[in-house]
């Protein structure tokens, strides 16, 4: 197996819906903690908790701005991710095509 | 982050026909993999790709289930592997088109949702790795064979 730790933590930081719908949120702009944290159910320790993990992964970054960090999506380490889909997407591609040579060898006059 | 893939095909073969061929044991085994497929909502089944030693591949079962089974319209099975991909649906749609067959396909609810808490989480990192390594080596094989 090739896949390195750092996919691993890429792979477990999306795997949790909470963290795929921070990423949803910085991908259309920068939030701050409580900007992100009006958008949720959770403390916002709970929220940080979960920016630490995406952090970690290298999924964002953080920026001072006065008293306040700015969260900043970081999608290139999502290219797995993509890779992956891509793979289903092979797969069903060469399944649908012989599907079809499937058909056209069975099919009656 | 949800997905899901989707393509349109156009077939020159009737509806029946393109019925015959997705939901039959047989057929599916022909264009798919070896299958225990019954076209009966509940029916549980599985395909199974086979292993290939030669290169590494230990084989693999994909769980399914019958959603929907409407002949000829409308064939729904949901896909389950470890990880990920443990609630995802595949659907067929059939609309006549002509003489032949417009086919809808689907493949939805890749949403990379764990259903079971922490266990699971841990099982989704594995799962995904082990996929993502089985499915090239699939991958490779089809396009090998390819001319």
């Given amino acids: 197996m090739v896949t390195s730790t750092r996919e691993h933590d890429v792979f477990g930081a999306i795997s949790h819906p909470a963290r795929r719908h921070m990423l949803d949120l ?42 306040e960090r700015r969260y900043h999506l970081v999608p290139e380490p999502l290219g797995p991710v993509r890779d992956w889909i891509a793979h289903y997407e092979r797969f069903w591609d060469d399944h ?10 069975t099919s009656e006059p | 982050m949800n997905h899901s893939i989707q393509r349109e095909l156009q077939l020159p073969q009737p509806r029946e026909r393109v019925w015959q061929a997705i939901a039959n044991s047989t057929a599916l085994a022909q264009w798919m993999y070896p299958n225990d497929f019954e076209p009966r909502v509940g029916h549980p089944f599985t395909f199974r790709v086979p292993a290939n030693p030669q290169v590494g591949f230990d084989g693999l079962t994909v769980r399914c289930e019958v959603l929907e089974c409407e002949p000829p319209d409308r064939l729904v099975f949901s896909w389950c592997v470890a990880g990920p ?30 259903p079971k808490g922490d266990q699971a989480f841990k099982g989704a990192q594995y799962g995904w790795a082990k996929m993502l390594g089985q499915l090239s080596v699939v991958l490779g094989e089809l396009a090998a064979d390819e001319p």
């Fill in chain 1, 26 to 67: 910085l991908a259309s702009a920068d939030h701050s903690v409580s900007a992100i944290t009006s958008h949720f159910k959770m403390s916002r320790p709970a929220v940080s908790q979960h920016l630490r993990v995406l952090l970690d992964a290298g999924l964002v970054s953080e920026q001072r701005h006065g008293r």
């Fill in chain 2, 85 to 114: 991909v443990a609630n995802t649906r595949v659907s067929f749609r059939l609309e006549p088109d002509g003489s032949g067959t417009r086919l809808f396909f689907e493949h939805s609810g890749f949403d990379l949702t764990q």
């Fill in chain 1, 96 to 105: 649908l095509l012989r599907l079809q040579k499937h058909l056209s060898q």
